[in-house]
């Protein structure tokens, strides 16, 4: 059964940074090319994200381009978003998700405020 659990969510200042990462488990973590998405209250879902299963190639969003990092670790079955320079408009629900495997996790709840 896949199964994907986020966490590092929180309340942060503007400015600040987060690390967010996703556990995989029941299923090839490594076959899978991963994605971060975003929603907001009121907002339409976006993908934030993107990285290949084993080359890490990495794509992003405009909005998080040179502020967001993704990366995983294969090993550990564990996904990353390293975001910097956060700013109020990135708060949102943030979802990592398997490609292959049409799955999402729960989500975490990342607020920036002062």
């Known amino acids: 059964q896949v199964h994907l659990v986020e966490s590092g969510g929180g309340l942060v200042q503007p400015g600040g940074s987060l690390r967010l990462s996703c556990a995989g488990s029941?299923?090839?973590?490594?076959?899978?090319?991963m994605r971060w998405y975003r929603q907001a209250p009121g907002k339409e879902r976006e993908s934030v994200a993107y990285i290949t299963a084993t080359t890490g190639f990495a794509d992003y969003a405009d909005s998080v381009k040179g502020r967001f990092t993704i990366s995983r670790d294969n090993d550990k079955n564990t996904l990353y978003l390293q975001m910097n320079s956060l700013k109020p408009e990135d708060t949102a629900v943030y979802y990592c998700?398997?490609?292959?495997?049409?799955?999402r996790g729960q989500g975490t709840q990342v607020t920036v405020s002062s």
């Open positions: 998700y398997a490609l292959r495997y049409n799955y």
């Open positions: 029941g299923f090839a973590f490594s076959s899978s090319a």
